[in-house]
């Protein structure tokens, strides 16, 4: 049933040419018209933002604005909203984050060279809503770091909520930090992006259970398997673990976890450790990466990677280590979340004698 001037009709679809024709027409439309409404969003979003933009790059040149206080904001809001009725983004708290917004941008000479021609805004900056912008900028303790969340942002397609996650998890920091040998194994700029996509250490705070052997990890991790996912980052899809990689002379070896990374095109061979980092270990995943290129890599696959998360590396024995190594490694910490010990928790007071307390300061309190 379709609709004609808000009333409703009913279409005979027998009348229209039936089959993959039609189909594909109707599928062809709608994304169009999705793409269109896209594209509309970020036009609205970005005349949006260069017009803040360009509001503080002009006030920052009138020498009277220094004398014109916090009044300021009050009135150029009450002028906006009176000038433009209906139009959102001209409250005082916007405009008092354009402005910390502009000058975080433009702090010095050096960083305007960085990042802006002229104190124009950055075309990219269009791409992303206005709230995510106040998340980075508020968030950041640099413009890099800044930069790096916008570039992030567009490229996975981030929501708010997982934006702040990703800040609050300081991944800036961690991002692209693990040991590897890639510069060496892989070719650019493939050994680029494959060094982006690993982190250390890893956060596996998501995991409630004290862990104490590997067993325990990686049962935890595969129960896990939806926030460990997300963890390790966009375009990591699971495979498997515990997988058989069976020689021909009838041998089988069972690396840990196994996962397809599907920007990189690759095979991610995962080992797990619950103990520092030993050089016994590159071998053995060396041994498991050169096993998944000849048991399971495709033809139009790229080099499978070998990633070792352990409990703590010395970044020189790890660079030693893959010295004769002829596959593509990389050595990453995990962090877990700490657990107080039997014997400290029964020095802390327990729940009742804590309200106890709390109860006896709110009664001194109203005396």
């Keep these: 049933m379709a609709t004609t001037d808000n009333k409703p009709a009913f279409v005979k679809r027998d009348t229209i040419i039936a089959g993959k024709e039609y189909a594909q027409l109707l599928s062809s439309l709608k994304e169009r018209f999705r793409t269109s409404q896209i594209k509309a969003a970020v036009k609205v979003n970005t005349s949006l933002l260069e017009f803040y933009w360009e509001m503080w790059r002009d006030i920052s040149k009138l020498h009277e604005a220094a004398k014109w206080g916090s009044a300021f904001f009050d009135c150029l809001s009450l002028d906006l909203k009176t000038a433009f009725p209906g139009q959102s983004g001209f409250s ?34 269009g791409i992303i809503p206005w709230g995510h912008h106040i998340a980075i900028f508020t968030r950041c303790r640099s413009v890099n770091e800044a930069l790096f969340y916008i570039e992030e942002t567009i490229r996975n397609s981030w929501s708010r909520a997982q934006l702040v996650s990703e800040i609050d998890n300081d991944l800036y920091a961690r991002c692209g930090k693990a040991i590897t040998n890639f510069d060496e194994k892989l070719p650019a700029p493939y050994s680029g992006l494959a060094k982006a996509i690993l982190k250390s250490p890893y956060d596996f705070g998501f995991i409630d259970k004290k862990v104490t052997t590997e067993k325990q990890l990686e049962e935890e991790l595969a129960t896990n398997i939806t926030r460990f996912l997300l963890e390790l980052g966009q375009g990591f899809a699971y495979v498997g673990r515990q997988m058989e990689l069976k020689m021909p002379g009838g041998q089988t070896f069972i690396p840990d976890m196994i996962f397809y990374h599907t920007r990189l095109k690759s095979y991610i061979v995962c080992e797990l450790k619950v103990v520092p980092f030993i050089p016994d270990f590159a071998g053995k995943l060396n041994f498991y990466v050169s096993a998944v290129d000849e ?17 703590s590396k010395d970044d020189t024995v790890v660079e030693w280590s893959f010295r004769g190594m002829n596959r593509p490694l990389g050595v990453a910490e995990y962090q877990l979340k700490e657990f107080i010990s039997e014997k400290a928790a029964k020095l802390l007071p327990s729940e009742s004698e804590l309200q106890s307390l709390i109860d006896t300061y709110d009664d001194v309190s109203a005396d």
Aim: aromatic share 14%.
């Design 295 to 311: 048991l399971m890599k495709q033809p139009d696959d790229n080099p499978t990677i070998g990633l070792l998360i352990c409990k």
């Design 92 to 125: 005082v708290t916007n405009i008092k984050y354009a402005k910390r917004w502009y000058e975080f941008y433009n702090q010095d000479d050096i960083i305007r060279q960085q990042v802006v021609d002229e104190f124009e805004m950055p075309a990219d900056f």
